[in-house]
C-alpha cells in the first residue's frame, strides 16, 4: 500500500545507535515566538503576533490555508451562537464540554469516522496537551506509555511533563511494530494510525485487529490520535480502531485544527465508559472546556451542515495542493528523494539521498528562503541515518508559491 | 476595617477540631451538571445547556448579569478580529498569548491596577486550573504550599491534584494569618489580598507590607489572586501586593471571568522575570493559550476603551445590588444573621444564629425555592462552628429576585 521506505534500521525493542551525525537541529517553531523574553519595560505594544514569517516559503506542517476559513460564516455562528444564548453568558458551563456541541458531535463520528459513542463519553477540550493531561490523571496508576519512535514529540513531551515513563516503539510500513508492543511492558500506547505522524505510514486493517488484541488481552489502553483522520486521498478509507473496539480499550482523539482552524485551540476526546466512570469519581477541577461562545458556534456550525461543507471543500483543496506538490518533487528533485505518506493527511516526508546532514540541508534551504521541517526531534533516541529526512506541510501554501519553493530547493541543493 | 466577625476560631497553626456537626455538604456546583453519566446512546441531544435552574432564585457566586454583557460591542469586536487577522487564521498562535493582548494588558494593569509589569512577563491562560498547573511545574521544587483557610477549594484542589503539599492557614478579618505563615515551612503562599475568598476580608496596607518582607527573608514566591479587584464598593483602593514588590515574589492572576463573562474561560498571569526565564527552559508545550480569535477580540476590546466603559458599568450595577442586598438582609433578616465582606466583590458571607446546621438552612431554602451556598467545602480541615454560615452571590440576580429570595429566607428560616 505504501512505498517502501528503507528508513525503519532499527529492530523491534532496539532503538539505542549512537549513529546521529548531527547535534544541533532547527527547532520547528521558532524559539522567539514561543516566549517573549526580553524584560524591557518599553517594548513596542504594537509587534505584529503572527508566527508566520511573509518573507519565507514555509512548509510549515501545522499551518492551514487561511484564506480556506469561511470567516463570514464563522462570524455569523458567533453572532447567533451569542443572540441565542445570552441568557447563559453570565455562567460558567460545562466543564466537559456544552451537551449540544457533544451531541452534534457524536453524530458527525458515527457518521463520518466510525466513531460509536453518546455525547456523555465526549470531553471538549483545549488542545492535546490539556487531554493528555486528563489521561494521565485518569490512568494515573499505569505510567508506562508504548510511543510511536519516530512519533509526535509535543505528545510525547507531554506524557513525560506529567511524569509517565516513555517506551519508544518502532514505526514501520505498517504503523507502530505491534511485535516490539507485545513484547513491551506498556499498559497504554499512543497511536496515529489514520497517518503516522510524521512518516505518514497507514496502519492496515488486520494490523489493527491485532492491536486491539493486544489491548484486550492486556487490559491496556490505546490512544488513537485521528488528528488529520479527515485527509485522505486515495483508496479506501480503514475503519478507526474505536469503531473496531468492542471491549472499550480505545481513547479516540480528534481536532479541529486540522480541518477549521488550529486558531480556536479546540479538540475532543471519546473516552471508554469505565473512563468516563473514573472521571466522574475526580475532582471535577481536573476539567475545563474551551470558550463556551465558540463552542456555541462549533454546535451550529455542524448542525448547518458547515462543517461538512467545508471537509468537503479543503479535502479538495489539500488533495490538488497534496497532488501538486508531489508532481513537483517528482519533476524536480526527482531521483535525488523519495517520498512516504503520500496518500493522506497534510504533509509528507521526504528522504534526501545526498551526503549532507539534516541541518545542513535545512540551512541552505533556509538561505535560499524557503523553510522546511527537521524530523530529528520525532525520534526520542539517536537512530541510525541513512539518508537525511525532511518533512513539508503542503496545506497553508498555494500552488505558485510550492512550486517556487521546491525550484528553490532544487537549485541550491542540487544545481550549486 | 471591616466588621468583626468572631468565626476565627482556630489558632494559628492549629486546625483540627471534630466539630464539624454535618457531613452531607451541597456542592456549589450541581454534580449532574458536572459529567452527564448516563452511557445511553440514545440520549437527547437537545438537553438545555445551561447551568442556570430557571426555577430557582439563585444565589450562585460565580454568575454575572447576562444582560450587563455587551453582546453586540463584543460581535463587532469578534468580527474586526476575524477579518483584520485572517492571514493569520491558519496558524497557531503564540503560546504564551498574543502579543497585542499582552501589551494592552500590561498597560491595563499598570493603569488600573498598579501591577507594573512588561508584556513579556504576561501569560495568556485558559483559567486557574491551567495558571495552577503551570505554577506548580515551574515551582516544582517547592512543594509545600500556604493555602487560605477557609480558601477557595477549586484551587486549593489544583495544588493537591498537581501533587503539591497544602498547609492551611487560617483567616482573620485582615486576610491571612501572618504569624501562622511566618512559622509554616511554606515556600509559596496562595492569597486574595483585595477580598479573601470566601470571608471577604481586605489585606490592609501593613499586612502586605509583612507578607512582602516574609517572601524577601525567605525567597518565597507570593501568589496573587486578584480574582475581583476590579470591584471595590467602599474605600480607598489598597494597592495590589505585586505593585508593592520590588523583589520579584509576587505571582499576579487576574482573570476576565467576573468582569466580562466566565462563558470566554480567558485569564492571565503576571510572573516576575525570574520565573519567566525559568519557563523559557520548559517545554514550550507546558503552554497553550486560549482561542486566538477572542485573545484579538479581547485586545480591540481593551484598546478601543470597551473594557474600562465596560467595568465601570458593572462596577455601578454591583454597587447597586451589593447595597441593596445588604439592606434587605438587614430589613428582612436583621439581627437572626451578621454579614461580612461588604466592602467589595460579588459575595457576601452571611452567618446565621439558629440552632441548625448548614445543611438544615441549605435543604429549606432550597425547599422554598432559593439557592444559597455552603461554606464548608472552603475549609481544608475540620473546624469550630459557632453559627452556620452561608455565602450569597448577587452579581447574577435582578433586584427583583433578590427580594424575593431574602423575603423566602426570611419565612422559611425565620417564620416557619
Given amino acids: 500500500m505504501l512505498t517502501a521506505e528503507g528508513y525503519v534500521v532499527s529492530k523491534p525493542r532496539s532503538g539505542l545507535f549512537v549513529v546521529t551525525p548531527y547535534k544541533h537541529v532547527i527547532a520547528s517553531i521558532p524559539d522567539t515566538e514561543v516566549y517573549d523574553l526580553s524584560r524591557k519595560i518599553t517594548s513596542n505594544p504594537h509587534i505584529p503576533t503572527s508566527v508566520k514569517h511573509a518573507d519565507f516559503i514555509d512548509f510549515d506542517p501545522t499551518a492551514l490555508d487561511h484564506d480556506a476559513f469561511p470567516i463570514r460564516t464563522w462570524n455569523k455562528m458567533l453572532k447567533e451562537a451569542l ?6 453568558i453570565g455562567n460558567y458551563g460545562n466543564p466537559q464540554g456544552e451537551q449540544g456541541l457533544r451531541a452534534v458531535l457524536a453524530d458527525y463520528l458515527r457518521n463520518s469516522r466510525g466513531v460509536y459513542c453518546s455525547p456523555e463519553q465526549i470531553v471538549i477540550g483545549v488542545g492535546m496537551a490539556y487531554s493528555i493531561g486528563i489521561l494521565t490523571k485518569l490512568l494515573k496508576d499505569t505510567r508506562s506509555v508504548a510511543f510511536e519512535e519516530p512519533g509526535y514529540n509535543l505528545v510525547r513531551d507531554q506524557f513525560l511533563l506529567n511524569g509517565c515513563e516513555v517506551l519508544p516503539i518502532s514505526v514501520n510500513d505498517k504503523g507502530v511494530s505491534l511485535a516490539a508492543l507485545e513484547e513491551s511492558k506498556a499498559q497504554i500506547v499512543y497511536v ?9 505510514s497507514i496502519m492496515p486493517y488486520p494490523e489493527r485487529e491485532r492491536l486491539l488484541e493486544w489491548a484486550n488481552a492486556r487490559n491496556a489502553y490505546i490512544i488513537e490520535d485521528d488528528y488529520d483522520g479527515e485527509f485522505r486521498y486515495l483508496g479506501k478509507p480503514i475503519p478507526s480502531l474505536q469503531s473496531l473496539d468492542t471491549h472499550g480499550r ?11 482552524t488550529p486558531a480556536l485551540r479546540m479538540n475532543y476526546m471519546v473516552l471508554p465508559p469505565k473512563l468516563i466512570e473514573q472521571l466522574s469519581n475526580m475532582p471535577h477541577e481536573v476539567l475545563y472546556a474551551p470558550s463556551r461562545v465558540e463552542q456555541w458556534a462549533m454546535q451550529s456550525f455542524i448542525e448547518q451542515d458547515n462543517w461538512y461543507r467545508h471537509i468537503r471543500k479543503v479535502r479538495n483543496l489539500y488533495r490538488k495542493r497534496h497532488h501538486h506538490l508531489i508532481g513537483l518533487i517528482q519533476n524536480h528533485l526527482g531521483q ?7 496518500n493522506a493527511g497534510l504533509h509528507i516526508q521526504m528522504a534526501v539521498k545526498k551526503c549532507k546532514t539534516t541541518k545542513e540541508l535545512i540551512d541552505s534551504a533556509a538561505e535560499a528562503g524557503v523553510k522546511v521541517y527537521d524530523f530529528q526531534k520525532m525520534w526520542m533516541n539517536q537512530h541510525p541515518v541513512h539518508y537525511p ?3 513539508l506541510g503542503f496545506a497553508g ?9 521546491i525550484r528553490l530547493l532544487q537549485k541550491v541543493w542540487f544545481m550549486e
Fill in 83 to 88: 443572540e441565542s444564548h445570552s441568557s447563559m
Fill in 192 to 200: 496515529t494510525p489514520s497517518h503516522q505522524f510524521p512518516t505518514g
Fill in 389 to 391: 529526512k525532511l518533512y
Fill in 336 to 342: 535525488h528523494v523519495e517520498i512516504t505518506g503520500q
Fill in 250 to 260: 480505545v481513547i479516540y482523539i480528534g481536532t479541529f485544527s486540522k480541518v477549521l
Fill in 397 to 405: 501554501l498555494s500552488l505558485a508559491d510550492m512550486e517556487t519553493g
